[in-house]
């Protein structure tokens, strides 16, 4: 199994004083990896001067300059192609990309070269990018602005894929993710930004881990991004029917922590993974994989997934009704518990 | 906010028919033959999209919209670059031509789906020669182009007959211009010798970043390295973005090849709705452009050389009121789709897997309603 103890040692340094919201703390640790490493260096669409369409960099040129916090021209192909090269020169480019549904005009650079690049080198040369992507939907928006295009990159061999679900995480993950020596996708749920002020914990967790945000004895339910905060709801109303819910975020798209979800399905005997990514090929489709292949005996129900549907993310009015809402939870871990 | 201290390109000659102050002025390259009447009517038009567009943006404000993207100050572009399209000719748009839709007869109503979050645009590209809009910035370049390849192939340029010879027009911003599709597209339509004019609104500002962040040159003369004639117009100048689009259309229809547009002109409003300026750009800049207004410049002459009665600009006004009220009322009425409708059109045929889903979605939802 994957060891996961060698990777990503948490990188250690103050936390903030009082509670902060995720955009906040995503800030906050962007500003401590460039204080950290004059090497990282933060390019996208609207990241200098306006400090992101979502305010994540803001104020971050002011301080580092134009030099380390650069507005790009509007090409994201370029955006992460450039990163390479930079990263090739001893940089440690962090890209935003604006939104989910524009990354694809960059896919081809993160597929076919920076997740490759390590490998064709035979190990010679590491590229050290960290490509920020606000994810998911909820937020009232139009066409392209809402998707969870992260099986793709979990799909491509060489890439980490991350997600943080809380402001200490997102703190802690930023940097872990930017120190990594592997390239990370690093999906940041835009709905959670400005959800709730929480307070920085005094050290992260490493970057591949999956964490028990709740213990339960009843029920897994696997979450991660966007849907932990629904997970941890579903948890406090199963409560009142006297459903211990285990609730497990995630963090780590790939690699996949499999001793802590193995650990959890073999006590609870039932598993739901929720996502609003699609339900075909998905992360719960693997996980669900995974798991019947090396748990089985410890199931008492097939593994369920409440995620988006096989659709194109849909027009706002529709979309949380469309969305793995509270209701849909709610409704797989009845089935799970009944079966 | 800081003064942001800009070095804008410097103006080369931009091809100009109306002054800011409302005088007429000739080109030796873009003659323009048009009567008042004329002139009137594509004031009729400036003034009616504006209308939509401030319409919009209230409905916005009152949660109506769930976004908008506002195209004060680029009606002269829109207008004049729409007016010169033909009937049987294909305009690709990008998010914010509402002014080319008002000329391709789209219904002012059927572009609010999308921002409403009813739909995700929903009409039909080839009713009224007007691609769906295109949120990703720059695919529709590829797209126009593919489009004009077709063209060619069904043998309907350089024919002599103007009701056959057909152009592509499609737009795209000065951000935009950054994007490896918009440049491959310029490599395909000038390789291929495509019937397509490339208008480029050069709004100056593509949301914070202005628009030397894109370009060392002036955007129009990028179109001279792949091989075919760029020029930039007065984009307020409603009767020069006539002009200039008309005469670049009819090259392409005559298979004289593609060309580039750069409509000099400017973002009045926010990036859209959701969008704070005062972050990124002094307020003083809209100031100066106001002067430039596209719309007064047409009254301007229209009341002064033209001698256009009062009487027009109030039936105008009249005329205005009543959109605002058909926007207002039509844009409320627009019903909310059934929530099953997200598996409506994925597929032709709907494969079975997703028709189980959407049963099992169906009778979820019916059963939480209940
Ligand atoms: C591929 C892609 N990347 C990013 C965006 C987000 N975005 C929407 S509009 C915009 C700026 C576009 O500027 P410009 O092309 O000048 O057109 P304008 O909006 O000014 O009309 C950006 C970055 C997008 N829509 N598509």
Redesign the pocket.
């Known amino acids: 199994m994957s060891d996961i103890s060698s990777a990503n040692p948490a990188v250690s340094s103050a936390p903030l004083g009082g509670p902060v919201t995720m955009a906040r703390a995503l800030n906050e640790g962007l500003r401590q990896a460039m204080e950290d490493d004059p090497k990282v260096v933060i390019m996208g669409?609207?990241v200098g001067r306006l400090g992101g369409v979502f305010r994540i960099t803001d104020g971050l040129q002011k301080d580092f300059g134009e030099d380390r916090v650069i507005d790009t021209p509007?090409a994201?192909s370029a955006i992460i192609g450039t990163a390479v090269g930079l990263a090739l020169r001893g940089y440690r480019p962090v890209c935003e990309i604006?939104?989910d549904?524009?990354v694809?005009?960059g896919f081809d650079q993160i597929v076919s070269q920076v997740a490759k690049i390590h490998n064709r080198a035979a190990g010679l040369v590491r590229m050290p990018i960290t490509i920020r992507i606000p994810f998911g939907g909820g937020i009232g928006a139009i066409e392209?602005h809402s998707e969870s295009p992260e099986t793709y990159f979990a799909h491509t061999p060489g890439l980490r894929v991350v997600s943080c679900s809380s402001p200490s995480d997102a703190y802690w993950m930023i940097q872990e993710a930017i120190a990594s020596d592997d390239p990370v996708v690093f999906f940041e749920p835009k709905r959670q930004y400005h959800a709730a002020k929480l307070p920085i914990e005094p050290a992260g967790t490493p970057l591949d881990q999956a964490r028990v945000v709740r213990p339960g004895r009843d029920v897994t339910v696997v979450a991660y991004g966007p849907t932990v905060a629904t997970a941890l709801t579903a948890a406090e109303t199963l409560k009142v029917d006297g459903v211990e819910a285990e609730v497990i975020d995630l963090r780590s798209m790939s690699p996949l922590d499999m001793p802590t979800l193995l650990d959890s399905v073999r006590r609870t005997g039932r598993m739901v993974i929720v996502h609003e990514a699609p339900q075909s090929f998905g992360i719960g489709s693997e996980i669900a994989a995974r798991v019947t292949e090396q748990a089985f005996y410890s199931l008492e129900a097939p593994v369920l997934r409440v995620t988006g549907f096989d659709t194109p993310y849909p027009p706002s009015r529709l979309e949380h009704d469309w969305l793995p809402n509270l209701d849909r939870l709610l409704d797989a871990v009845d089935r799970i518990m009944e079966f | 906010m800081t003064e942001h201290v800009r070095a804008v390109h410097p103006e080369p000659n931009m091809v100009q028919l109306l002054t800011p102050e409302g005088q007429r002025v000739e080109h030796p390259d873009y003659p323009l033959d048009i009567t008042d009447d004329e002139i009137a009517a594509l004031y009729r038009d400036l003034v009616l999209v504006r209308r939509i567009d401030s319409e919009a943006i209230a409905l916005q404000r009152q949660g109506e919209l769930g976004l908008w993207?506002s195209l004060l100050g680029?009606e002269a572009a829109q207008i004049g670059s729409g007016r010169a399209l033909k009937r049987h000719d294909m305009a690709f748009p990008?998010?914010?031509e509402h002014g080319v839709a008002w000329c391709r007869d789209v219904d002012a109503l059927t572009l609010l789906g999308l921002y409403r979050g009813t739909n995700l645009g929903g009409w039909d590209p080839l009713a009224n020669n007007f691609n769906l809009y295109t949120?990703?910035?720059?695919?529709q370049t590829l797209h126009a182009t593919g489009y004009a390849m077709g063209v060619v192939r069904d043998g309907a340029v350089g024919t002599g007959d103007p009701e056959r010879d057909t152009a592509v027009l499609a737009f795209?911003?000065?951000?935009?211009?950054s994007?490896g599709d918009v440049n491959e597209a310029f490599v395909w339509a000038g390789a291929g010798n495509l019937p397509i004019v490339f208008f480029c609104?050069?709004?100056q500002?593509?949301?914070s970043?202005p628009?030397e962040r894109?370009s060392r040159v002036p955007l129009f003369q990028r179109a001279a390295g792949f091989g075919f004639p760029g020029v930039r117009v007065d984009g307020n100048d409603v009767l020069a973005c006539l002009a200039v689009t008309r005469k670049h259309l009819d090259n392409a229809r005559n298979a004289q090849g593609p060309s580039l547009i750069e409509a000099f002109t400017y973002?009045m409003n926010p990036?859209?709705t959701n969008d704070d300026p005062r972050r990124y750009r002094a307020l003083s800049e809209a100031e100066t452009w106001k002067l430039k207004d596209p719309i007064e410049r047409v009254r301007a002459y229209l009341t002064r050389e033209a001698r256009v009665e009062p009487e027009f600009f109030a039936a105008v006004e009249a005329e205005s009121l009543e959109m605002a009220e058909y926007v207002r009322a039509g844009c409320r009425a627009i019903p909310d789709p059934t929530p099953e409708s997200v598996f409506d059109n994925v597929y032709v045929d709907l494969p079975d897997e997703l028709r189980e889903q959407r049963e099992e979605f169906a009778s979820f939802v019916k059963s939480v309603s209940a």
Do not use: C, K, M
Request: charged share 20%; hydrophobic share 40%.
């Open positions: 669409e609207d509007l994201e604006q939104f549904g524009f694809f005009p392209h | 993207a680029q990008t998010y914010r949120i990703v910035i720059g695919a795209f911003g000065d951000g935009a211009s994007q609104q050069n709004n500002w593509a949301i970043e628009v894109q973002r990036h859209t």
